[in-house]
């Protein structure tokens, strides 16, 4: 049988959006997770990720990505590589994984949230990818300084940072609460795939990629260059949700944009 083509069937097979009968707008999307911020249901559905993926090209990549980055590590492992390292990189590898691992978890919380709550069908798709990426971070960056203990004790730092009730551990968990898990789907959009992961863990993992393979730490360099693609991919959900957000925004009338954003005289602010 003659293949289609992905670009024939992709947006077919994705966009599942229609308009509810059975159940009202605000019971199956209800504001505390999933605030359309005034707008209706419609305008989210143009919604469209620049960098499309199916679920069998996913497996693929992942799979990929995982043998690479596993077999490295495995060598390395056996060799002494990480103890002709500089000390302050050692440091620094270690305060990474400390601030970074744990908190990788809990953003699959964020991802799944946006996987039920997103106000479009592709950006449910993307944020469930989104989901199996964040897990696989959780766990790719837990593994790799257990595997360190043997030559470097404070590894476990990795797992036992975030649990301590030290300033930078306070400062963090209460930064990655408020912004994984006490928001709606819209919300944690803009702050952790737009903000966060856009404008900080892209640019971080890119440099700390770059200086991983100066230093001769090709271990991490290959782990951190793996995470970073994935962060690249669902990094476009809140990229495209403010787009999209902004574009509708600016098509409404002057009084409606003043009803929706102020919600009108004595209202409590919605944008």
């Not at 592709?122 to 989104?130: K, Y």
């Not at 203990?149 to 609460?177: C, I, M, Y």
């Not at 090709?218 to 476009?236: C, K, M, N, P």
Request: charged share 20%.
């Amino acid at each position: 049988m003659p293949r289609l083509a992905r670009s024939e069937w992709y947006d077919l097979t994705r966009d599942m959006n229609w308009s509810l009968s059975y159940v009202k707008e605000e019971e199956a999307w209800p504001a505390e997770l999933s605030d359309g911020f005034g707008l209706p249901a419609e305008a989210w559905w143009v919604w469209d990720e620049p960098y499309k993926v199916t679920y069998p090209e996913y497996v693929h990549n992942q799979y990929g990505k995982d043998a690479g980055v596993y077999a490295v590590n495995a060598v390395i492992g056996r060799s002494k590589v990480y103890e002709q390292l500089d000390p302050g990189w050692k440091s620094a590898i270690i305060a990474h994984y400390g601030v970074i691992a744990i908190p990788e978890y809990l953003a699959s919380l964020a991802e799944s949230r946006m996987g039920r709550f997103g106000r479009a069908a592709a950006w449910r798709n993307m944020a469930t990818f989104g989901t199996l990426d964040e897990m696989r971070h959780g766990q790719i960056q837990t593994y790799f300084p257990y595997g360190l203990l043997a030559k470097e004790p404070r590894a476990d730092w990795a797992h036992k940072a975030l649990h301590t009730n030290e300033w930078g551990a306070v400062a963090a968990r209460s930064l990655f609460d408020d912004m994984f898990t006490a928001n709606d789907a819209v919300s944690t959009a803009v702050q952790l795939t737009f903000t966060f992961e856009t404008g900080f863990t892209n640019l971080q993992f890119l440099g700390m990629a770059a200086d991983a393979m100066k230093v001769g730490d090709v271990d991490f360099g290959a782990l951190i260059s793996s995470i970073q693609t994935d962060e690249a991919r669902h990094s476009q959900q809140g990229n495209r949700r403010s787009s999209s957000w902004w574009s509708t925004a600016a098509r409404m009338s002057p009084s409606n944009w003043w009803t929706t954003c102020s919600g009108g005289r004595g209202g409590s602010s919605r944008c």
